[in-house]
């Protein structure tokens, strides 16, 4: 067999080959912009020309500070496809957080847009390796700014070699792309892609049984670009020729219904918090959406009330995944299978509500003290992965050894497997409410506290007790239409016949908004602080 390298190149080569009409649409500052991946194409070459004028060399890290849109993209494909590395700074991450990940991923040069300038100028002295920042924007004049070394990325562009080949002859193991955890505890951890890794997650994204990306598809990552590489979206859908759809800074339910509507998209993935807001923007303006066939759902836990709305009120095909920073992020997916389809159609929200089966490439287990639990519905353990787009260590740091053991990574979330090996997260390790001895979900209490139709938002965290150990508390957010007409009480009654006694929350708080880590799922540490000194009395 030929020994032929996998790497970013052929993506781009290959949508700038075969698809040179079809479109990038991005929505900018200035309005929605449209690009043929012929046009893409020559301005990554061109771009790739501009960083290597700047000092951009092989291995070298070039940040990105930026919204979903296509100069994003363009970095995407121009920095490791002359053998440097992209390193995708999460924009949301606190101000201690982003000096401390741009420094330790020695970043020389940073790709920052124009309207999140104020955020790396807040930062700039504290940055020690940056030498130059190239300013994304939609003019080619530098904006006011007081970043020392600034370019405007238009003008760059300009004077870009539009021929810039890209390099087939790197290994394929060679980093191309990097992102941190968003630390939920401690400082982020460093996880770098290889071009091998990124190919190889790319092409579980064309399975019929995962995303399906093909190229009559029309995308729209609603994940950020800086959060594990958009779940791979932006990849998928330039290799495989798919029209794709970024929609930029300033994002909102009602933008993400638009665009959906009047670019026909097909194919959509993000957190829950954004499937909420978009819910509530369709029942309070609806929009024609009947052109989406997947929409994918990640980063927690989707609520049983929301997966059941787009399903049956809006026909629209939804999907949950799983998967972290550290595996690209592609684990698993929530299809139902024929035999499942036709045996269980009446549970269909069930198992689409589970994270669903392992992808072919990966393997999984669910192992605890004892070893590999059962496949029983109810064993709870810790997940563990293993394959080739699975990260094996940190970035220079020795948290490593904790979380990558004997060849697998040990994901820190609890789960079960029912027989047909169906995945169900119950619980991150450190979520799991331990009262009187015995675990309680805090997973499975919020998923059915957030199908009752009054609640937007619900999180349950364990607070001390004297007797127990620990107890559940509901933390909850009502919809509008429902603040101060519903009780505890009554949340507490719908919650009976479903758990037993003693899972039911000892207290329901209702709060106006619930903190979020900068990709969207629920700070139960910040929760936890704000209620540390509340006690439930045995």
Same mark, same amino acid.
């Given at each position: 067999?030929?020994?032929?390298?996998?790497?970013?190149?052929?993506?781009?080569?290959?949508?700038?080959?075969?698809?040179?009409?079809?479109?990038?649409?991005?929505?900018?500052?200035?309005?929605?912009?449209?690009?043929?991946?012929?046009?893409?194409?020559?301005?990554?070459?061109?771009?790739?020309?501009?960083?290597?004028?700047?000092?951009? /060399?092989?291995?070298?890290?070039?940040?990105?500070?930026?919204?979903?849109?296509?100069?994003?993209?363009?970095?995407?494909?121009?920095?490791?496809?002359?053998?440097?590395?992209?390193?995708?700074?999460?924009?949301?991450?606190?101000?201690? !957080?982003?000096?401390?990940?741009?420094?330790?991923?020695?970043?020389?040069?940073?790709?920052?847009?124009?309207?999140?300038?104020?955020?790396?100028?807040?930062? /700039?002295?504290?940055?020690?390796?940056?030498?130059?920042?190239?300013?994304?924007?939609?003019?080619?004049?530098?904006?006011?700014?007081?970043?020392?070394?600034?370019?405007?990325?238009?003008?760059?562009?300009?004077?870009?070699?539009?021929?810039?080949?890209?390099? !087939?002859?790197?290994?394929?193991?060679?980093?191309?792309?990097?992102?941190?955890?968003?630390?939920?505890?401690?400082?982020?951890?460093?996880?770098?892609?290889?071009?091998?890794?990124?190919?190889? !997650?790319?092409?579980?994204?064309?399975?019929?049984?995962?995303?399906?990306?093909?190229?009559?598809?029309?995308?729209?990552?609603?994940?950020?670009?800086?959060?594990?590489?958009?779940?791979?979206?932006?990849?998928? &859908?330039? $290799? #495989?020729?798919?029209? /794709?759809?970024?929609?930029? %800074? @300033?994002?909102?339910?009602?933008?993400?219904?638009?665009?959906?509507?009047?670019?026909?998209?097909?194919?959509?993935?993000?957190?829950?918090?954004?499937?909420?807001?978009?819910?509530?923007?369709?029942?309070?303006?609806?929009?024609?959406? +009947?052109?989406?066939?997947?929409?994918?759902?990640?980063?927690?836990?989707?609520?049983?009330?929301?997966?059941?709305?787009?399903?049956?009120? !809006?026909? =629209? %095909?939804?999907?949950?995944?799983?998967?972290?920073?550290?595996?690209?992020?592609?684990?698993?997916?929530?299809?139902?299978?024929?035999?499942?389809?036709?045996?269980?159609?009446?549970?269909?929200?069930?198992?689409?509500?589970?994270?669903?089966?392992?992808?072919? @490439?990966?393997?999984?287990?669910?192992?605890?003290?004892?070893?590999?639990?059962?496949?029983?519905?109810?064993?709870? &353990?810790?997940?563990? =992965?293993?394959?080739? $787009?699975?990260?094996?260590?940190?970035?220079?740091?020795?948290?490593?050894?904790?979380?990558?053991?004997?060849?697998?990574?040990?994901?820190?979330?609890?789960?079960?497997?029912?027989?047909?090996?169906?995945?169900?997260?119950?619980?991150?390790?450190?979520?799991?409410?331990?009262?009187?001895?015995?675990?309680?979900? +805090?997973?499975?209490?919020?998923?059915?506290?957030?199908?009752?139709?009054?609640? #937007?938002?619900?999180?349950?965290?364990?607070?001390?007790?004297?007797?127990? /150990?620990?107890?559940?508390?509901?933390?909850?957010?009502?919809?509008?239409?429902?603040?101060?007409?519903?009780?505890?009480?009554?949340?507490?009654?719908?919650?009976?016949?479903?758990?037993?006694? $003693? $899972?039911?929350?000892?207290?329901?708080?209702?709060?106006?908004?619930?903190?979020?880590?900068?990709?969207?799922?629920?700070?139960?540490?910040?929760?936890?602080?704000?209620?540390?000194?509340?006690?439930?009395?045995?």
């Amino acid at each position: 067999m030929m020994n032929t390298p996998l790497l970013l190149s052929s993506m781009i080569e290959r949508a700038e080959q075969y698809f040179p009409g079809k479109q990038v649409i991005s929505r900018t500052l200035g309005g929605i912009q449209r690009f043929t991946y012929k046009e893409i194409a020559e301005r990554t070459r061109r771009l790739a020309s501009a960083l290597e004028k700047l000092g951009m /060399q092989k291995g070298d890290k070039v940040g990105t500070f930026a919204w979903n849109h296509h100069r994003h993209l363009e970095a995407y494909f121009a920095v490791p496809c002359r053998g440097a590395l992209l390193h995708m700074v999460n924009i949301r991450l606190s101000p201690e !957080h982003l000096v401390y990940v741009i420094n330790h991923a020695e970043d020389k040069i940073l790709l920052v847009d124009e309207d999140l300038l104020p955020l790396i100028e807040r930062i /700039q002295e504290q940055l020690e390796t940056v030498e130059c920042y190239v300013i994304m924007s939609d003019q080619k004049e530098v904006p006011n700014t007081t970043l020392p070394n600034a370019f405007s990325y238009e003008a760059l562009l300009d004077v870009g070699d539009p021929t810039m080949p890209f390099l !087939h002859d790197l290994d394929e193991n060679t980093p191309a792309g990097m992102c941190y955890t968003s630390a939920t505890t401690g400082m982020p951890k460093g996880v770098i892609y290889t071009h091998r890794s990124l190919v190889l !997650h790319t092409l579980s994204l064309g399975l019929a049984d995962s995303f399906g990306i093909r190229e009559e598809d029309v995308i729209m990552p609603v994940v950020p670009m800086f959060h594990v590489n958009a779940w791979g979206m932006p990849y998928a &859908g330039t $290799w #495989f020729g798919a029209t /794709q759809v970024y929609p930029g %800074p @300033g994002l909102s339910p009602a933008v993400i219904a638009q665009l959906i509507e009047e670019e026909k998209v097909t194919v959509t993935a993000g957190v829950p918090t954004i499937w909420l807001g978009l819910l509530k923007e369709l029942e309070e303006n609806p929009r024609d959406v +009947s052109s989406i066939r997947g929409l994918v759902s990640g980063g927690s836990a989707a609520p049983k009330g929301m997966i059941r709305a787009f399903i049956e009120k !809006h026909q =629209i %095909p939804f999907y949950q995944g799983y998967g972290m920073t550290e595996t690209s992020p592609l684990v698993s997916l929530s299809k139902l299978t024929t035999t499942r389809a036709e045996k269980e159609k009446d549970q269909a929200i069930d198992i689409i509500a589970t994270q669903g089966l392992v992808v072919p @490439g990966l393997e999984v287990r669910v192992v605890n003290e004892d070893g590999d639990v059962p496949r029983d519905s109810k064993t709870m &353990g810790e997940l563990i =992965i293993r394959g080739p $787009w699975i990260a094996d260590s940190y970035y220079r740091d020795d948290r490593s050894k904790n979380t990558f053991k004997d060849g697998w990574l040990y994901t820190g979330d609890i789960a079960v497997q029912d027989e047909h090996g169906y995945i169900q997260i119950t619980d991150r390790t450190k979520d799991l409410i331990k009262s009187g001895g015995e675990w309680i979900s +805090s997973v499975n209490l919020e998923n059915a506290l957030m199908s009752h139709e009054a609640i #937007f938002e619900a999180a349950v965290i364990a607070v001390p007790h004297e007797k127990w /150990q620990e107890r559940p508390v509901a933390c909850i957010v009502l919809k509008d239409a429902y603040k101060q007409k519903i009780t505890k009480e009554e949340i507490i009654d719908y919650l009976k016949p479903q758990f037993a006694k $003693w $899972w039911l929350p000892d207290e329901i708080i209702f709060m106006d908004e619930i903190p979020k880590t900068s990709v969207g799922k629920f700070l139960k540490r910040e929760l936890r602080e704000q209620l540390k000194d509340f006690f439930v009395k045995p």
